[in-house]
């Protein structure tokens, strides 16, 4: 395990999965038929574009960070990382993507 700012944190995908997730509407839509004269059912999952984008991105940026961190310092040394990245992992740990073990 890799310890960043005292703790172990992982990506909670299941939680990302219901955090992009949508309701079906509750507007039914005509059925589709296809070339056979089938019907087809509509996809069981439905996400949200925006939110995934946005995640997607945030994560993308905590991956990325490229400062260097002296677990030293302890809390004074996150005053080296990037706002882009106090940003994107604040998020993702407010809504509960990041995880402590």
Do not use: C, W
Request: glycine share 4%; proline share 4%; hydrophobic share 35%.
């Amino acid at each position: 395990m890799l310890k960043f700012l005292g703790e172990n944190y992982y990506f909670d995908i299941d939680e990302l999965e219901k955090q992009v997730s949508t309701e079906k509407s509750s507007i039914q839509a005509p059925p589709i038929e296809n070339e056979d004269g089938e019907f087809i059912d509509e996809p069981e999952q439905q996400i949200s574009i925006t939110r995934y984008e946005t995640f997607k991105n945030l994560i993308d940026v905590v991956l990325t960070e490229r400062e260097e961190l002296d677990e030293g310092l302890g809390v004074h040394g996150a005053n080296n990382l990037t706002i882009p990245f106090k940003i994107a992992f604040n998020t993702l740990l407010i809504n509960k993507i990041i995880k402590t073990l």
